[in-house]
């Protein structure tokens, strides 16, 4: 396929799982192992992850199933197909302890997010938020598009957010695919309130 725009392009950003499917074949590369095995040894077990994993096990039923309004959606062979792109199982409980281990230097060097962060670019869909690299900026407000909260959103509903103009951290799921924005109110609540 044709490019969108050269890479690094001032003010042009194009959201693609793709790329992250093709990542994860460069680590598979570079390193000689799954994907798995690469999460497992660098995340799951540096942080003491117990109940991550990456969904591989289409029968696995640990998980439970996510919704789309009131409909369960059963997709397991989907979430078993996407490991590099978030095809992860984790806990709220542990999502915070990966998020603070991301912000604060413990899995890279901390000036490292500094240039995840350098290059915000406006994105209208699938939602609206700055997207740097491999990172997003949720506003708090729609008047406050310049502060907003550090992270990324699951494609389940899955959330795990930086607030750094007051130090909170926000990890959780709303178990929906069309949550997010139940997720950001409420968040943005709690973000007023403290």
């Given at each position: 396929?044709k490019?969108k ?9 194009h ?15 570079i ?9 497992r040894?660098y ?8 109940h ?13 199933p996510l919704?789309?309004?009131?409909k ?8 078993s197909?996407i490991?590099?792109e ?9 999502s915070?302890?990966?998020l603070k ?6 899995l890279f060097?901390?000036?490292?997010l500094?240039?995840l962060m350098?290059n915000?670019?406006?994105?209208l869909?699938p ?5 740097g ?12 598009f310049?502060?907003?909260?550090i ?13 750094p ?7 959780g799921t709303v ?5 997010h924005?139940?997720a950001?109110r409420?968040?943005?609540k709690i973000?007023?309130?403290?």
């Amino acid at each position: 396929m044709k490019p969108k725009f050269k890479p690094g392009q001032k003010g042009k950003v194009h959201y693609s799982d793709t790329n992250y499917q093709l990542l994860g074949e460069i680590i598979k590369t570079i390193s000689g192992q799954s994907i798995h095995e690469v999460f497992r040894q660098y995340i799951f077990d540096a942080l003491n992850l117990q109940h991550s994993y990456v969904y591989e096990d289409v029968n696995d039923e640990k998980p439970l199933p996510l919704t789309y309004k009131s409909k369960q959606l059963l997709i397991p062979q989907y979430m078993s197909s996407i490991p590099a792109e978030g095809g992860i199982v984790s806990t709220a409980q542990e999502s915070m302890i990966f998020l603070k281990a991301f912000i604060n230097g413990q899995l890279f060097p901390k000036n490292d997010l500094n240039e995840l962060m350098s290059n915000w670019n406006f994105l209208l869909l699938p939602g609206q938020f700055y997207y740097g690299v491999g990172i997003v900026k949720q506003p708090i407000s729609l008047v406050s598009f310049k502060n907003g909260l550090i992270g990324h959103w699951g494609q389940s509903g899955a959330f795990a957010f930086y607030y750094p103009q007051k130090d909170l951290y926000f990890t959780g799921t709303v178990n929906q695919i069309i949550g997010h924005s139940v997720a950001a109110r409420l968040i943005s609540k709690i973000i007023k309130r403290f």
